[in-house]
Nanobody, 126 residues
Framework: QLQLVESGGGLVQPGGSLRLSCAASGGTLNYKAVGWFRQAPGKEREGVSCISRSGGGTNYADSVKGRFTISRDNTKNTVYVQMNNLKPEDTGAYYC???????????????????WGRGTQVTVSS
């Protein structure tokens, strides 16, 4: 059974950077679209970014465009999101999710995905 483990979260000052990783075990990400989601306290989970199985298709929430970059390394069975110029409103628990996909696209809603990690906390504060 596919397991996803997020890492790379932490406490960072506004304007700082973090790179989150989503590593898979028990299966391959090669045929899966992968999404990153976040949930702030008291708020609904929202899609942050996603990447298609080939890596050729990506999407970003408007709030992170120009600051976040999603990528994947299928040789390492890992998907990354590089987060730059972090803002306090980026604070939350970040989750990665995966779904087997034949599409060149990817989804930004949580019901698109079948497998989820347990999350990593990102706190942006001075």
């Amino acid at each position: 059974q596919l397991q996803l483990v997020e890492s790379g979260g932490g406490l960072v000052q506004p304007g700082g950077s973090l790179r989150l990783s989503c590593a898979a075990s028990g299966g391959t990400l090669n045929y899966k679209a992968v999404g990153w989601f976040r949930q702030a306290p008291g708020k609904e989970r929202e899609g942050v970014s996603c990447i298609s199985r080939s890596g050729g298709g990506t999407n970003y929430a408007d709030s992170v465009k120009g600051r976040f970059t999603i990528s994947r390394d299928n040789t390492k069975n890992t998907v990354y999101v590089q987060m730059n110029n972090l803002k306090p409103e980026d604070t939350g628990a970040y989750y990665c999710a995966a779904v087997t996909s034949l599409s060149s696209l990817c989804g930004m809603t949580d019901n698109y995905y079948s497998d989820w990690g347990r999350g990593t906390q990102v706190t942006v504060s001075s």
